[in-house]
């Protein structure tokens, strides 16, 4: 999958408005009640990955999860995190 240039990431940016890109990835910071709610939506994630066969990196931190999606095999940001982003995003209520 080809990397996306600046001006197409920054696109797909607008249409995803809690993502951001931070160096070579795009990622979403998540703020649930509790470190119980916040693993519950981890392994949500790990199943999108699974079946996407893309991983974000993630962060955990007691009630927030930070994830951050790029595709290293690629060098970059591909069509593939921003897909991976919005199936993640369609998760949450």
Known sequence: MAV??????SEKLALAPDWHLDGQDIVRQFAFRDFVESMEFVNRVAEVAESNAHHPDIDIRWNKVRLALSSHDAGGITEKDFEVASAIDALLP
Do not use: R, Y
């Open 4 to 9: 996306l240039t600046q001006a197409e990431t």
